[in-house]
C-alpha cells in the first residue's frame, strides 16, 4: 500500500503536466491557481449575495434577475474545460492530428505537433482566465 501513494501522485502529476517543459508548467500552475481563486471568490460570493440576483444588464442597467446558484457555471465551465482539455493533451490525438504536412501528407513535420500542443496549452489558460475575468464582473455587478 505505501508503493500506491507514490505511483498514484505520479499518475496526477503526469496528467497534469504531461510536457516538462518550463513554460508550459508555467502555464499549468496559472490555469490551477486560477481556479483554486475562481471556487474561493464564487464561494464567498455565494455565501454574501442575497438568493435572487441581477443576471442580466442592458443600457437600462439591471432587467433581469436569476438565482445565485447560477454563479456556479462560472467556476464548472472553465473546470471541465480544463480536465477535457488536459485529457486531449494526454491522448495521441495531437501527434495523429499534426503528423504531416496539409499539403504533402507524406512529409513528416515534429514541430506542427510541438504547435498544436502549445495551442491547446495556451487555449486551456485562456478559457480560464477569461472565465475568471467573468467571475470578478459578475461579482463586481452583484454588489
Known amino acids: 500500500m505505501q508503493n500506491l501513494k507514490p505511483m498514484i501522485e505520479n ?19 496559472f490555469s490551477i491557481s486560477l481556479l483554486i481563486l475562481q471556487v474561493i471568490g464564487i464561494t464567498i460570493a455565494w455565501l454574501q449575495l442575497p ?8 443600457f437600462t442597467g439591471k432587467e433581469t434577475l436569476g ?3 447560477g454563479l456556479w457555471v462560472l ?52 478559457v480560464v482566465l477569461i472565465f475568471s475575468f467573468l467571475a470578478i464582473l459578475t461579482y463586481l455587478h452583484c454588489l
Do not use: C, W
Open 11 to 29: 499518475r496526477i502529476k503526469l496528467f497534469f503536466f504531461p510536457d516538462p517543459q518550463k513554460k508550459f508548467v508555467q502555464i499549468t500552475y
Open 51 to 58: 438568493n435572487h440576483i441581477p443576471i442580466h444588464f442592458g
Open 67 to 69: 438565482d445565485k446558484n
Open 75 to 126: 467556476v464548472l465551465v472553465p473546470m471541465i474545460s480544463f480536465l477535457v482539455l488536459t485529457a486531449i493533451l494526454q491522448s495521441t490525438l495531437i501527434e495523429s492530428t499534426f503528423k504531416g504536412n496539409f499539403y504533402n501528407s507524406n512529409n513528416y513535420d515534429p514541430a506542427s505537433g510541438e504547435a498544436g500542443k502549445s495551442m491547446i496549452y495556451y487555449l486551456r489558460a485562456g
